[in-house]
């Protein structure tokens, strides 16, 4: 199948993927409805489909992954393209060359898209700046990771079948994470109402300007939720202390057996993943009926094939030279 065969039934005309912040609800649904789309023609991704046959996707992680960076390799060479493997610790980064060479160094080899996880939030946009490729941004500092936020939401709609006039809590470290803003930028273009849910010092002080809610006590919103997403508390981004001990975290705002029981009978729980077992969740919930973890992680491999395909469409051949 050519690239051109697959039907893609909204807009879209982006050569990067770099955030859900500047994309419109229609580009949205069309992501989604592609990740569908291949779902039907590959039975969740686990078939092959020759959509990206003779192009070469890399993966550039300068920070670790397990979920984003396999299931990227995964989808790209499920597409019947080659990859290649980046990895920061073993590179010539230490000879000091620097981290715009190295991309371009790779791009050199005849990459068409490059996928970029980097601790410094706006990496990837300096990368689409200065590279020929497409560029997806795989989770920039405590900026975005677009592709999280929609497996996220694909999770939930394929669960719940809708997104709009859902109540979704976003609970935990809003502060730190790439996630809560790519979620929320997402869920509220496509008619959720979306509280963010933590300690106080875990949550911006100026959030409610991106239009969500801000909950100090979970279990007040608890009753009203459709979904909540736990995210972790990302104590590697974190100086200081923001609370006083994990154990009072976990009790007053980890998901627990107790907690499930006083939600709505169908609440969707959803977490990016790694997962603190114990501290935002506890395995009672984390492998219990409401979870769909690894949904979200099966639901991954699709909507990264459909960013994958439409970035595709829209690239640049090698001869057009650099952006
Ligand atoms: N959710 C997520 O980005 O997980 P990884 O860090 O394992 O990729």
């Known amino acids: ?12 005309g982006e050569r990067h993927l770099l955030g859900l912040e500047t994309l419109s609800a229609e580009q949205l649904g069309t992501i ?19 959509l990206l046959k003779g192009l070469a996707v890399a993966n550039l992680f300068f920070e670790n992954s397990t979920r984003t960076r396999t299931s990227f390799s ?40 490059v996928i970029c996880r980097h601790r410094t939030p706006g990496a990837p946009h300096l990368l689409a700046d200065h590279l ?23 999770t939930i709609r394929r669960h719940l079948g809708r997104i709009r006039g859902l109540t979704v809590a976003l609970v935990g470290d809003i502060r730190h994470s790439r996630v809560a803003r790519s979620n929320i930028h997402g869920l509220l273009k496509l008619g959720a109402r979306v509280i963010v849910c933590g300690p106080p010092t875990l949550i911006p002080a100026d959030i409610r300007r991106l239009g969500v809610e801000v909950a100090w006590n979970f279990d007040e919103i608890l009753p009203e939720v459709d979904c909540v997403n736990l995210l972790r508390v990302q ?32 609440v969707l729980v959803l977490a ?20 769909v973890i690894l949904d979200q992680v099966t639901n991954g491999l699709l909507i990264r094939m459909a960013c994958l395909t439409l970035l595709a469409r829209e690239r640049k051949t090698p001869e057009a030279g650099a952006a």
């Open 1 to 12: 199948m050519q690239l051109n065969e697959l039907p893609v039934t909204g807009p879209w």
């Open 32 to 50: 989604l409805d592609l990740a569908d789309e291949l779902r039907e023609r590959t039975e969740n991704g686990t078939r092959r489909i020759e």
């Open 74 to 113: 995964l989808a790209a060479r499920r597409l019947g393209a080659d990859t290649v493997d980046f990895t920061a610790s073993s590179s010539s980064l230490s000879k000091g060359e620097t981290f715009i060479d190295t991309a371009r160094t790779i791009e050199a080899m005849g990459v068409d898209m």
């Open 132 to 154: 020929r490729s497409g560029v997806l941004n795989a989770g920039d500092g405590t900026h975005e990771h677009p592709t999280q936020g929609l497996l996220d939401i694909f």
């Open 235 to 266: 104590f590697e981004r974190q100086r200081g202390a923001f609370f006083p001990s994990i154990a009072e975290y976990a009790s007053l705002f980890g998901m627990n057996g107790d907690r499930i029981r006083r939600a709505r009978k169908d």
């Open 272 to 291: 990016p993943g790694p997962i603190n077992r114990g501290v935002e969740i506890t395995p009672e919930v984390a492998d219990g009926p409401h979870s």
